[in-house]
């Protein structure tokens, strides 16, 4: 793996965050792209995200998981 050490480096970072299982899909969606697109991409960041909820290993309720490059 190659670690930029240049002045010009780009920086990312990954979190995740619980969306409330009583929302609808829909709901889960639009909240999400919202907050991505205020606190990230209106920055000049690109993000990435998805949102998991199916599986024996996912937690129970459903979450978001995010990267975005800085």
């Known amino acids: 793996m190659k670690i930029e050490k240049n002045a010009d ?22 909240y999400t792209t919202d907050y991505i697109q205020k606190t990230f991409v209106d920055r000049g960041m690109c993000a990435d995200w998805s949102i998991h909820d199916k599986g024996e290993w996912q937690p129970p309720c459903p979450s978001a998981s ?3 490059s800085f």
């Open 9 to 30: 480096a780009q920086l990312g970072r990954s979190f995740e965050f619980a969306l409330p299982k009583e929302w609808s899909r829909q709901e889960q969606i639009q």
């Open 66 to 68: 995010n990267y975005a």
